[in-house]
């Protein structure tokens, strides 16, 4: 009996660990995972100020499994039919059951010149472009411009503002998202607070805007022309290759078949309420626990002798998180409940929060170098 989980993002490594505890010795768990390191997706924005927390953010893949037999190489296809996933050397892996934790891809939504003039942020080679950019270019001034006010975008936007401040640059950071308001999938309160902190780092929101166009110096908008000299898009997710650039939609029980799941960003997920799942780490680890546990009782039942009971019915996902926390520059903001915290307060906490989740995957020495890169950088 074969168990895959492709991706080692938060959902893959979480998966992953619970299985390794829950499912029955005789079966056998694989990880597929392009590089040999597990990336704490949420504290990447932080490599462009400070390159050296790259260190407690990357945690060998290694380190965090005891059974599971890790794989490195990319997923390039899915044969759902057959059973089968092929990877880029040629060769493929069988499985009984498949747990997808790809995650998402930046998509550009088919605007001209977006892709091919825009900087991304999802890995640590980003981060470490978007500063040597940064350093080339803005640091005498000029703008630098953000598409899309996600959590991502918003912290990109409070760290270049940061940043500008240390090096003392004359650099406008301009901050555009198509809807009307900064954080457009977070409760009214919360969305105040963003824009009142951002404000505050002296970014600027240009909300209620379409990109329409980029060319190699300018972003061609509904409401008019921005000349920049920096372009970072982080206005939307997109599926993985493997999923052909999908992100398939999944009912509570995450599954696409009987034999085939997809956790966090990989998939767009309504919960057992009927209500549309954020794409959010905390969202993408809670979904992992519910799967772990549907798909380990899977596997114990058929494995088992006994065959008489009925199979297992899978235990639906329910969206139910306490609150939010996003960086902002050398700030955060969080919501707890219906409560909103600011400044040094919000900050603590999502230094907790970025600590806490380190010292479940066991990366202790990590989580102590995030909270003293987190409070006292």
């Known amino acids: 009996m074969r168990v895959l989980v492709l ?51 990357s945690i060998p893949l290694s380190d965090l499994f005891d059974r599971a037999n890790v794989v490195t190489d990319r997923v390039t296809g899915l044969d759902r039919e057959a059973r089968r996933v092929h990877l880029t050397d040629g060769d493929s892996l069988d499985y009984d059951y498949c747990a997808v934790c790809l995650g998402g891809e930046t998509t550009y939504f088919g605007i001209p010149g977006l ?10 080679d980003d981060a470490a472009a978007i500063r040597e950019r940064f350093f080339e270019s803005c640091t005498h001034g000029g703008t630098v411009v953000i598409g899309g006010a996600g959590l991502s975008g918003i912290q990109i936007a409070g760290e270049l503002a940061a940043l500008r401040d240390e090096e003392s640059a004359a650099t406008d950071i301009v901050l555009l998202e198509q809807l009307n308001t900064v954080a457009p999938a977070f409760d009214p309160p919360f969305q105040r607070a963003v824009r009142n902190e951002l404000l505050d780092c002296g970014v600027e929101i240009r909300t209620g805007t379409t990109v329409e166009r980029a060319t190699e110096s300018t972003v061609e908008t509904d409401t008019g022309d921005i000349d920049y000299e920096m372009l970072i898009w982080a206005g939307g997710i997109g599926g993985a290759d493997a999923m052909e650039n999908e992100r398939p939609l999944v009912r509570a029980d995450l599954r696409l078949d009987a034999r085939t799941f997809v956790v966090g960003d990989a998939a767009r997920a309504v919960d057992a309420d009927g209500e549309p799942v954020p794409a959010s780490a905390s969202a993408a680890i809670r979904e992992a626990k519910v799967v772990g546990k549907n798909i380990a009782d899977q596997v114990r039942y058929e494995l088992s002798e006994d065959h008489d009971e009925f199979p297992p019915r899978p235990d639906p996902y329910r969206f139910d998180v306490p609150g939010w926390i996003v960086s902002v520059g050398d700030s955060a903001v969080a919501q707890v409940g219906p409560q909103i915290f600011r400044g040094s307060a919000a900050k603590a906490m999502k230094a907790t929060v970025g600590a806490g989740y380190l010292t479940t995957v066991g990366a202790v020495s990590q989580a102590v170098d995030l909270v003293e890169e987190e409070l006292y950088e």
């Open 7 to 57: 991706g080692a993002g938060y959902a893959g490594v979480t998966l992953a660990r619970d299985l390794e505890r829950k499912l029955p010795d005789s079966a056998d768990l694989t990880v597929v995972n392009d590089a040999p390191t597990h990336l704490v997706q949420h504290e990447v924005h932080r490599a462009i100020r400070h390159p050296a927390i790259a260190d407690a953010i």
């Open 115 to 124: 892709e091919e003039h825009a900087l991304p942020l999802k890995r640590l």
